[in-house]
């Protein structure tokens, strides 16, 4: 099953490098996020993938080019000779287009949709934010559903409370926003070629697909309240980093399943 990444952004609340590298290449760790997301596809035997360029696309392309599969794998050398344990990327496809510099979602999708010719079903992520979902479970039921999308919806990631307020403005409760009865887009999507018929020349995937999806009751939403982290700042990121530090890395499924080299 093909996965569509949207890796253009600019990512001007994350900056704290190079002026022009996009958000899916801040690092966690050693790796970019975009590698993160693109081995949890991987670990679930999706390795198709399709990037949609823009901003920092020199930043996305020379990383694939010059990859170093000895910088996350183990391996033994003899007499100059590096004999790979492991491998991350070996058996990935990936299609680099480049679908503009100021984009919206919605119009880089549309931009490969020729990449997506004779997918039934596809998946799609704005490739920087971190999960263990069990996608095997998202894509079954959305599979058996009668909808043109599905999106992995999460409780709101916010820490502040909401207040409730009676009569003579005095406070009724409070409740922490993470318990209210709210969802958040959680940024992973499985789609049908239905989707294309809602979006408009430079329209978005949510706000034009998915609501248009949602008014016909063809969107279906998949409840996830397990480990999901988003990077939008250089706080979010560095917390990502720390937990990284300490090997505590939810996200990683794929380390219990290490590939062995052939």
């Known amino acids: 099953m093909k996965v569509v990444l949207f890796c253009g952004g600019y990512g001007t609340r994350m900056q704290s490098g190079p002026g022009d590298v996009p958000k899916p290449m801040q690092l966690v760790g050693p790796r970019p996020l975009l590698w ?28 694939f080019l010059d990859y170093e599969e000895s910088e996350s794998n183990d391996f033994v050398l003899q007499g100059g000779d590096l004999d790979l344990l492991s491998t991350d ?46 996608l095997p479970d998202l894509i079954d039921r959305f599979a058996a559903a009668d909808a043109g999308a599905s999106m992995m919806i999460v409780p709101p990631p916010a820490t502040f409370h909401c207040v409730e307020v009676g009569a003579g403005g005095l406070v009724s409760g409070i409740t922490p926003v993470s318990e209210m009865p709210l969802w958040a887009n959680g940024g992973y999507f499985a789609l049908r070629q239905e989707v294309f018929d809602h979006i408009p020349e430079n329209g978005d995937l949510v706000a034009d697909g998915c609501a248009e999806l949602a008014k016909r009751g063809r969107l279906l939403a998949y409840p996830h309240r397990g480990y999901w982290r988003p990077t939008d700042t250089i706080k979010e990121r560095a917390a990502l980093n720390e937990a990284y530090a300490r090997d505590e890395k939810p996200w990683a499924l794929w380390e219990n399943d290490r590939v062995v080299a052939g």
């Open 36 to 63: 993160h997301v693109m081995r949890y596809y991987a670990h679930f035997g999706h390795r198709d993938f399709v990037l949609c360029l823009g901003y920092g696309a020199q930043h996305i392309k020379k990383f």
């Open 89 to 134: 990327i070996s058996d990935w496809r990936i299609t680099f287009v480049h679908t503009g510099i100021n984009s919206p979602i919605g119009e880089r999708l549309r931009r490969v949709r020729h990449c997506l010719e004779g997918e039934e079903i596809f998946l799609a992520n704005y490739a920087d934010v971190l999960t263990d979902a069990p």
